[in-house]
């Protein structure tokens, strides 16, 4: 199917709604995602669990915090961070106080370096195309830790048509087919990470990500 261009105006305007829907809307951010993945948003976020290694994890963009509340219950020690202020609030409404909640971004961690075994993010906003986050993420990491990123979500064949096709080409992605951890490989290697492709399957959809790994010192 050939895929018409979005227009300029039409592409700002998307744009836009997106920043609002994760700072002042972000009281309607569950809902939109709710209703993008058919009531499998969270079950998708939680899956990330499967791939946390040690105890001590940093979420980037943790948005409204299942993913946090889901570690603390698992006896991790989680630490979330993200720019919004929103977000923060609601994720702290669901982890309590047991949970830190930095603001910030991902480009300059507060963070010292080798303070985390695992750094985990769900699909992420822009900045996991950013050098800066991986050399961010690979120095707050201990030898032999890893990243874990869960980029995209390939519905099944009976839901692929423009509006898919027109979400993945506004967040800057290609078709999740063929090799989707190409995507991120070019800026994981040179913060000298190792990258391999992180694929399951929900039902009919396909889930695609990388993990990327510290290598141990020698």
């Known amino acids: 199917m050939i895929v018409p261009p979005l227009s300029k105006w039409t592409l700002v305007l998307l744009q836009a709604f997106f920043r609002w829907l994760y700072h002042e809307g972000a009281w309607a951010y569950e809902g939109v995602a709710a209703l993008v ?21 940093l979420e980037l963009g943790h948005g409204p915090g299942h993913l946090l509340a889901a570690m603390a219950r698992q006896g991790l020690h989680p630490v979330g961070l993200d720019p919004s202020p929103a977000m923060g609030r609601r994720a702290r409404r669901r982890t309590g106080a047991s949970v830190p ?6 480009q300059a961690l507060p963070f010292r370096d080798g303070s985390f075994d695992t750094v985990v993010t769900t699909f992420p906003a822009s900045f996991i195309r950013e050098p800066r986050t991986w050399q961010e993420a690979a ?29 993945y ?26 990258v391999e492709p992180w694929t399951f ?18």
């Open 37 to 57: 993945s058919m009531g499998r948003w969270t079950h998708w976020v939680t899956r990330v669990l499967d791939q946390v290694e040690g105890t001590r994890v």
């Open 101 to 106: 909640l930095v603001r910030g971004r991902a």
């Open 139 to 167: 120095r707050v990491l201990r030898p032999g830790g890893r990243v874990v990123v869960l980029f995209a979500a390939q519905p099944p064949p009976s839901l692929v048509g423009l509006p898919w096709r027109w979400l």
């Open 169 to 194: 080409r506004l967040a800057g992605l290609r078709s999740p087919e063929g090799h989707p951890e190409a995507l991120l490989r070019d800026p994981a290697h040179p913060a000298g990470l190792e």
């Open 201 to 218: 399957t929900d039902g009919a959809w396909t889930l695609h990500g990388i993990l990327a790994r510290r290598p141990p010192c020698p």
